[in-house]
C-alpha cells in the first residue's frame, strides 16, 4: 500500500493531507466519502528498500487458513453479517496464532473507519496483492460475497494445481539430487584415488578421464569459490527482481522457460478470465474491468500486456482488436472473444475461456511426468556413461596391456 498527498476542496475551502491507498482512484473514493472533493492526488515517492524477508517463517499462515477464512467471509457476507461482527466471531474458530492477530487487529481497523481491503493491506505477509485487489473491487462493486468466492476457487485451485505438480515432480527431483550427491562423492572421493592409480602407470590417459580428473581437481580447489559465486548470484538475482525493471525481466523469462512458462502463462491467463468475469457481473464498464484485472495479475510482463489492452479499449478499439495487439492469448482464444463480442455474450465467452485454460493446465500438468521421464532416463544415461568411460576404459585398456594383475 502506497502513501499518497491531496489537495481537495470541502465547503470551497481548501484542504491538504496524505493518506494511505492501494491507488489513487482509492484514495479519491475515501475523500468522497469524507465530503472531500479530491482536485490533485499524488504518491508520494519513497526509497525503495530491498525486501530481505524471503526466507520461509515457522509462524507463516497457510493457504489451507486462508482458503477456510476465505470460505467463511464468503458465507458470512452472503448472510449479510457485518464485517466487525463476522470477523469478531471467525477469531475465535480460527486457529492459526498469526491470522488470529492479524483479525484482531483488522477489527480495530474496521471500528476505526477503514475499509476492508485497506486493513487486509496492513498485513502483507498474509494477505497478498491478489488478495487484497480482489476484496477492493467487491468493495467498489458491492459484491463483497463475490469477491470472497472468487478468492477462495482460486486459492483452492491453486493449491490442487501445485499439489499435483509437486506429484509430478517428487520422484524425478529426489533422483536428480540423488545423482547430484553420487556425482559429488565420485568427485571428492572417487576421482582422486583413480588419479593415483593412473599416475603409477604412466600412461595415456582416454578424454573422457582427462575431463574427470579435471572437474574433480576443479571443483575441490574451487569449492568454496563457487559456493560464493552461486550465493552473490542469487542475491544480485534478488535484489534486481525488487526493481520494476528487474521484475519485468524476470517475469518475462519466467513465461519463457520450456514446460514450466506456458503453465505458468496458462495459471495467470485462466485467473485474468475469473475476474474479467467478475467484473462484468458486477456491471463495471470494460476499462473499470480492465483495471481490475491489471492489478490483479502477479505477472508484471502479462500485466503490461493488459495496459495495452485497457489503452486500446479506451481509445475506442473493440477488446478482440485491442487483445490481438497483446500477444498474450491464442488464436482459438480471440475467435472465442470475437464471437462473444458480436453476440453481447462477452461475460459468457470469458467464463469459457477461463474453464479453456483451466483445463490446458490440468492436462499439462497430467502430461509432465511422461515428458519428465525420457529426459530424466537421458539424463542418468549419459551420467552412468561418462562415469564408465572415464574410470573403467582406463582400467580396461591396462588390464588388455597386461599391466594390471
Do not use: C
Not at 254 to 280: E, N, Q, T, W, Y
Request: proline share 3%.
Amino acid at each position: 500500500m502506497a502513501k499518497y498527498n491531496y489537495i481537495g476542496r470541502v465547503d470551497g475551502e481548501r484542504v491538504v493531507g496524505e493518506m494511505d491507498g492501494l491507488s489513487p482512484e482509492h484514495i479519491a473514493a475515501q475523500l468522497q466519502s469524507q465530503g472531500v472533493v479530491p482536485l490533485t492526488i499524488n504518491e508520494i515517492s519513497q526509497k525503495q528498500e530491498i525486501n530481505w524477508n524471503f526466507l520461509p517463517s515457522f509462524k507463516q499462515v497457510k493457504i489451507d487458513d486462508l482458503i477456510v477464512f476465505s470460505r467463511q467471509m464468503a458465507a458470512l457476507s452472503r448472510s449479510g453479517v457485518p464485517l466487525v461482527r463476522a470477523f469478531t466471531g471467525l477469531i475465535d474458530s480460527t486457529v492459526n496464532s498469526t491470522l488470529k492477530t492479524a483479525m484482531k487487529q483488522i477489527v480495530v481497523d474496521l471500528q476505526a473507519g477503514h475499509d476492508l481491503s485497506v486493513a487486509l493491506g496492513e498485513h502483507p505477509k498474509i494477505f497478498d496483492t491478489f488478495f487484497i485487489k480482489v476484496v477492493r473491487v467487491g468493495e467498489e462493486m458491492g459484491r463483497l460475497e463475490d469477491a470472497f468466492t472468487q478468492i477462495f476457487h482460486y486459492l483452492e485451485g491453486g493449491k490442487v494445481t501445485r499439489q499435483q505438480i509437486a506429484n509430478a515432480v517428487r520422484y524425478p527431483l529426489f533422483v536428480v539430487m540423488t545423482v547430484i550427491v553420487a556425482m559429488g562423492v565420485v568427485n571428492y572421493y572417487v576421482i582422486p584415488a583413480f588419479v593415483q592409480l593412473f599416475a603409477k602407470f604412466g600412461t595415456q590417459l582416454p578424454i573422457t578421464t582427462q575431463i574427470l580428473i579435471a572437474t574433480s581437481e576443479f571443483t575441490s580447489e574451487y569449492a568454496h569459490l563457487l559456493l560464493i559465486l552461486l550465493a552473490s548470484l542469487f542475491i544480485v538475482g534478488w535484489a534486481a527482481y525488487q526493481k520494476p525493471v528487474g521484475r519485468l525481466f524476470w517475469d518475462k523469462v519466467a513465461l519463457k522457460v520450456p514446460f514450466v512458462g506456458p503453465l505458468m502463462h496458462r495459471i495467470i491467463l485462466a485467473r485474468l478470465s475469473r475476474i474479467f468475469v467478475l467484473g462484468s457481473r458486477s456491471g463495471m464498464n470494460m476499462v473499470q474491468i480492465l483495471s481490475a484485472v491489471e492489478a490483479t495479475v502477479n505477472n508484471s510482463y502479462l500485466a503490461q500486456r493488459v495496459v495495452t489492452i485497457r489503452l486500446g479499449v479506451s481509445r475506442g478499439e473493440s477488446l478482440v482488436q485491442a487483445a490481438q495487439r497483446s500477444n498474450i492469448f491464442t488464436p482459438l482464444v480471440l475467435q472465442m472473444l470475437a464471437v462473444g463480442e458480436e453476440t453481447g455474450q462477452i461475460e459468457n465467452m470469458m467464463d469459457e475461456v477461463a474453464d479453456f485454460y483451466e483445463q490446458e493446465v490440468d492436462y499439462e500438468i497430467k502430461a509432465l511426468s511422461s515428458i519428465i521421464e525420457p529426459v530424466l532416463l537421458l539424463f542418468l544415461a549419459v551420467m552412468v556413461l561418462v562415469l564408465a568411460m572415464g574410470i573403467f576404459l582406463p582400467l580396461w585398456d591396462l588390464g588388455a596391456g597386461g599391466l594390471v594383475r
